[in-house]
């Protein structure tokens, strides 16, 4: 056992996905989860697979996670890859490279992780093919938003009174001198340690181990789209409709161009979460985030919620969970019953 979980090696891993793209396969199983259907998508775009599968054990493939880290089984035979999401095995393409980056990117907010080794590497990689690797503020698409737009939007970490809130938002900026069409690359250094310091005593609030390492991350841009900013958007679509969005956006990557105006759309509206309340089977939040998954992230940020209950939303239309929450067959948001 030892050594079947030894860590993976690069080349085992590309010959894995190349040993499904050859043959043709009936169906391959798969969860609910935005990692999991960007890779069965990519198998289906490319390989021989009839179907994907949210249930069958029958399945020739099938993708596992567990406390182990994460499996492909082939005609029952399991392969490890570690903590290493399912599609950074996948070949690099210029085609794909949207799907690559923003499936990584979505693995590590889920899991809440950082990159592992083996994603970092791919991610160079993925450099002689157009994408930018950059180190700053953990914050949507600080080169194409204005500075508070991506304070807005930023659900990891969450900032309070600030993520969901536009004129707190421009307010803390105007604070420190910040115009409010400023992007981060207009401001100095001066304003930048100013920003740094303001958020992470926000942070310090709600999680006394903040630390700066947690605002300054590794990113991924490719063209004007960057990895974070798409990973937001594909959870909240895949929580709102269901994977037909995900899938169009795998076949074809352009229409990420169509999931980055909606979200944004969406979201400059602002979103509050008030109240959250717990029964036997859900934690029930005050909100008008239609998203019960982005809703939990910020949640287990501080501390008010643990992992192993679904978040269901409770706005002026009833109470919601979503297929990303709990087992179902119908996709996109869920009414449930609720009597609180």
Do not use: H
Not at 63 to 78: D, R, W
Not at 187 to 193: C, G, R, S, W, Y
Not at 233 to 239: C, S, V
């Amino acid at each position: 056992m030892e050594n079947f979980l030894k860590e993976p090696n690069k080349e085992e891993l590309r010959e894995l996905t190349s040993k499904i793209l050859t043959k043709e396969w009936a169906c391959i199983k798969a969860s609910f989860k935005p990692e999991d259907l960007i890779f069965s998508f990519l198998i289906f775009k490319y390989g021989k697979v009839n179907a994907i599968s949210f249930s069958s054990d029958n399945c020739e493939i099938q993708l596992i996670t567990n406390n182990s880290g994460k499996f492909i089984s082939i005609e029952g035979k399991q392969y490890y890859l570690g903590l290493n999401s399912f599609v950074s095995i996948f070949p690099l393409s210029i085609d794909d490279i949207l799907p690559i980056i923003s499936g990584i990117t979505v693995s590590t907010i889920i899991e809440r992780r950082n990159y592992s080794d083996f994603e970092t590497e791919i991610l160079n990689d993925l450099i002689k093919l157009g994408v930018v690797l950059e180190e700053n503020l953990k914050i949507p698409n600080y080169k194409s938003l204005p500075l508070f737009f991506s304070l807005m939007l930023s659900f990891d970490p969450y900032i309070p009174d600030i993520t969901g809130n536009r004129e707190n938002s421009i307010k803390m900026l105007k604070e420190i001198n910040i115009q409010e069409t400023d992007k981060l690359e207009d401001i100095d250094e001066t304003k930048l340690n100013s920003l740094i310091y303001k958020i992470i005593s926000s942070e310090l609030k709600i999680n006394p181990k903040f630390s700066r390492e947690q605002i300054i991350t590794k990113r991924a841009y490719y063209l004007e789209y960057d990895s974070l900013e798409l990973a937001f958007a594909l959870i909240y679509f895949l929580d709102l409709k269901g994977n037909g969005d995900l899938f169009q956006f795998v076949i074809s990557p352009n229409y990420a161009e169509t999931l980055i105006y909606k979200f944004r759309e969406e979201l400059s509206k602002g979103f509050y979460i008030k109240d959250v309340s717990e029964t036997a089977s859900y934690y029930i939040v005050e909100s008008n985030l239609k998203s019960p998954t982005l809703i939990q992230l910020i949640l287990l940020q501080n501390g008010k919620i643990k992992r192993n209950k679904p978040v269901a939303i409770k706005n002026d239309e009833g109470v919601f969970t979503s297929r990303l929450q709990v087992p179902s067959l119908k996709e996109g948001l869920v009414k449930i019953e609720y009597n609180g």
